[in-house]
């Protein structure tokens, strides 16, 4: 199913928010890389607790889009973000979650 632009909004903010430094960023980075490769990234679903009602509904946004999406959500960044860096595995490594 192809984003809304409501959930390609959403899925802006957080990559934005994950490579951020508030409290949350890591819980959004871990919720982003869970969607991007869920074995090796897997998401503690009560780690939604974290993080404030707003930024919740965003991940509610763009999980709704990934049960059937039209692309996946790195290629999706990548377009939507053509002038930033979308790289989902430094994001593993630079908040040490996974395997990385």
Same mark, same amino acid.
């Given at each position: /199913? +192809?984003?809304?632009? +409501?959930?390609?909004?959403?899925? $802006? !903010?957080? &990559?934005?928010?994950?490579?951020? #430094?508030?409290?949350?960023? *890591?819980? $959004?980075?871990?919720?982003?890389?869970?969607?991007?490769? %869920?074995?090796?990234?897997?998401?503690?679903?009560?780690?939604? *607790?974290?993080?404030? @009602?707003?930024?919740?509904? +965003?991940? /509610?946004? $763009?999980?709704?889009? #990934?049960?059937?999406? #039209?692309?996946?959500?790195?290629?999706?960044?990548?377009?939507?973000?053509? !002038?930033? *860096?979308?790289?989902?595995?430094?994001? !593993? *490594? #630079? &908040?040490?979650? %996974? @395997?990385?």
């Amino acid at each position: /199913m +192809k984003m809304t632009e +409501k959930q390609e909004q959403a899925a $802006v !903010a957080l &990559w934005r928010l994950a490579n951020g #430094d508030s409290g949350q960023c *890591r819980y $959004v980075a871990g919720f982003l890389l869970g969607i991007y490769h %869920g074995q090796r990234f897997p998401f503690d679903l009560t780690d939604f *607790r974290c993080l404030d @009602d707003s930024i919740f509904i +965003k991940c /509610m946004e $763009v999980l709704l889009n #990934d049960h059937n999406p #039209d692309t996946e959500i790195h290629m999706t960044l990548e377009r939507l973000l053509p !002038a930033e *860096r979308i790289d989902f595995e430094a994001l !593993a *490594r #630079d &908040w040490e979650i %996974g @395997d990385s």
